[in-house]
Nanobody, 122 residues
Framework: VQLVESGGGSVQVGGSLRLSCVAS????????MGWFRQIPDKEREGVAGIESDGSTSYADSVKGRLTISQDSAKNILYLQLHSLKPEDTAVYYC??????????????????WGQGTQVTVS
């Protein structure tokens, strides 16, 4: 499985971005897919997860501002970011795992990771 993120960049406070994660090697709709982010010297944190049945989970810090979705036909995972804040600045990673569950944000639950895409909000 290979995951490749894109769509990051620099944006003003209050702006929007859409991140994409193209998956190859397997069908993403069969798995739990997620987005994480990381800033220097901090642990990677989960921001959103989507189960194989389409149900979604979000970190409290991003609820109402970020939306996770997927296009099963294209095998692409998306993260739509709205009303961006400076504290959203981070490298964003997509990930794939066998199942999300209530503890989807735990790093050990995920098998595959992308290389990350930088989002800078100022």
């Amino acid at each position: 499985v290979q995951l490749v993120e894109s769509g990051g960049g620099s944006v003003q406070v209050g702006g929007s971005l859409r991140l994409s994660c193209v998956a190859s090697g397997d069908t993403i709709s069969r798995y739990c897919m997620g987005w994480f982010r990381q800033i220097p010297d901090k642990e990677r944190e989960g921001v959103a997860g989507i189960e194989s049945d389409g149900s979604t989970s979000y970190a409290d810090s991003v609820k109402g501002r970020l939306t996770i979705s997927q296009d099963s036909a294209k095998n692409i995972l998306y993260l739509q970011l709205h009303s961006l804040k400076p504290e959203d600045t981070a490298v964003y990673y997509c990930a794939q795992g066998p199942a999300c569950g209530s503890r989807w944000y735990r790093l050990g639950n995920w098998d595959y990771w992308g290389q990350g895409t930088q989002v800078t909000v100022s």
